[in-house]
C-alpha cells in the first residue's frame, strides 16, 4: 500500500512540474494535496456505515459547487461494491497489463 500512495503522489508531483511550477511551488501544491487526500480519507473511513445523506454531505464537503453529487454517490457505491469483489492485486494486474 506505500509503494502505491508513493507512486500517487510521485506522478502529481511530476504532472505539477509539467506544468511549469517552480521547487517552491511545487512544495506548497504537494503540500496542499497531501493534507486534502489524508481530509478525505478521514471523511470516509467509516463509509460503509453512513446513511446516503451522511454520504452526500461527505462528498459535499470537497465538491460544494458540483450540480450532480447523487450520480456521483452512486458511481462510488457502485465502485466500492466492485472493489470488494476482487483482489488489489486483480486491479494492478489490470491496469499494468492492459
Known sequence: ???IYDFN???LE???REIGYGDQSINKKMK???NLFHS???EIHFWDNLSKNEKINKISIFLSDFENIDHLLDYF???N???SKK???SYLKSVSNP
Open 1 to 3: 500500500m506505500q509503494e
Open 9 to 11: 503522489f510521485r506522478q
Open 14 to 16: 511530476l504532472s505539477i
Open 32 to 34: 496542499d494535496y497531501i
Open 40 to 42: 478525505m480519507v478521514s
Open 77 to 79: 457505491e457502485e465502485f
Open 81 to 83: 461494491e466492485n472493489l
Open 87 to 89: 483482489t488489489l492485486n
